[in-house]
């Protein structure tokens, strides 16, 4: 850190400067004057001392600071804070993993968050650091290792309460078979966002058993599935793939909702004692439907929230990237900037085996709420679903943040 220049007075000595005949007329001696001078200087020495040692323990401090953290390069300075976390700088070995992460397989959901950061405005600087990315080789881990220590703090994220630890969740993208049309096998459909709520939107809208029952979204079907539990799940994860019968693929993404709290199924069916714990799962109520179907709308209709697609090219999170599988997470915007690096440490589902990744906070959603908090995702398809359907773990978390 630069030290400011020390600007003294003229180094003559007070025998070399003669009175006037003015400082004499109101009263000052020569030997009054150099006293003066010399508590002038001594004055000034002290304020330079205090100022340097000012800047020493500046410099030597961690940048750890309460409820945000500063950032940035040269005149550059960024900032971000949070009512719900605090961050903490930490040294790279504090994370559990990170040397033993193949961060090549990061190195894509990173530069893909660089693409989105570029043409964002932000509280951090980004554009600096995602320059830095020119020349690096996706393959070559070491030198990848080497540029997120060079050019990132770590920073362990603690809740407002203080507390290190956070629940992980899991999602997916659900893959099922499907048709444009209806047929006696597909059924069950998926809407596209009214185009009458385009021009003049309720807010909140009609609550989810009132869609369904009214018959205000006919004309807006833009698939039709078997399986209304699994409708219903691709509501919650918010994208999916629809298998049609040609063989090919209809990807579905967010285009709204109508603005009604999210209600867990879950959680409905654990307060009638329909399920165990255990079995708060989308395969443990996928079971329950399948014991008792002449329920399934009356388990459904408990959520009021109703979800609506639109075609698109990808999976497309909240940063407007495409999410990578088991290298992308939902976070609160309130607790960190989307498109950070983050790095997750936490346990795969029902088992304690680590799970230790970097990862980039490329998505949000309604029920990610907290500090310490993300849904991880894990892909597209059945193994995936398995894996996010059961996940309910607890895990630490690190925001990477430019120096």
Not at 4 to 20: C, D, E, G, L, Y
Not at 40 to 49: E, G, P, R
Not at 84 to 99: C, E, H, M, T
Not at 390 to 403: E, I, T
Request: glycine share 8%.
């Amino acid at each position: 850190m630069p030290l400011p220049v020390q600007r003294t007075m003229n180094n003559k000595s007070p025998k070399a400067i003669a009175p006037s005949r003015t400082n004499s007329s109101i009263g000052y001696s020569s030997s009054k004057l150099a006293i003066m001078i010399s508590k002038i200087k001594l004055f000034q020495t002290s304020v330079f001392v205090i100022v340097l040692a000012s800047l020493v323990v500046a410099c030597s401090t961690p940048p750890t600071r309460g409820t945000g953290y500063r950032s940035g390069s040269g005149l550059a300075l960024s900032t971000f804070s949070s009512s719900i976390a605090s961050f903490s700088a930490v040294s790279w070995q504090a994370l559990p993993g990170w040397q033993e992460d193949d961060l090549s397989q990061a190195w894509p959901a990173w530069l893909k968050s660089c693409d989105a950061l570029r043409k964002r405005s932000s509280e951090v600087n980004w554009r600096e650091v995602c320059n830095q990315t020119a020349g690096i080789s996706s393959r070559d881990t070491s030198a990848i290792r080497s540029y997120f220590e060079n050019y990132f703090q770590a920073y362990e994220v603690r809740n407002s309460s203080g507390s290190e630890t956070g629940l992980i969740t899991g999602y997916y993208e659900p893959v099922m078979n499907g048709s444009q049309t209806r047929t006696s096998l597909y059924n069950v459909p998926l809407y596209a966002y009214p185009n009458a709520w385009k021009k003049s939107k309720p807010n909140p809208g009609p609550s989810r058993a009132e869609l369904m029952s009214s018959g205000m979204l006919k004309g807006s079907e833009i698939a039709w599935v078997q399986d209304p539990v699994e409708a219903a799940s691709m509501q919650i994860q918010g994208s999916g793939k629809i298998r049609l019968e040609d063989g090919k693929i209809l990807q579905l993404g967010f285009a709204g909702t109508n603005e009604q709290p999210f209600r867990s199924s879950a959680q409905w069916l654990l307060d009638r004692k329909e399920i165990t714990s255990k079995e708060a799962t989308m395969q443990g109520i996928s079971q329950w439907a399948k014991r008792n179907p002449a329920r399934v709308n009356e388990m459904l209709n408990a959520n009021p929230r109703f979800v609506f697609f639109k075609e698109t090219s990808g999976t497309v999170g909240a940063l407007g990237v495409t999410l990578t599988g088991e290298r992308s997470i939902a976070i609160d915007l309130q607790a960190m900037p989307l498109g950070a690096p983050v790095f997750l440490a936490t346990t795969k589902p029902l088992s304690s085996q680590p799970l230790q990744k970097l990862v980039m906070a490329q998505d949000t959603g309604k029920a990610i709420v907290g500090g310490v908090r993300a849904d991880y995702y894990w892909g597209s398809g059945e193994a995936a679903g398995e894996m996010a359907g059961r996940m309910k773990q607890n895990g630490k978390m690190w925001l990477l943040l430019p120096r």
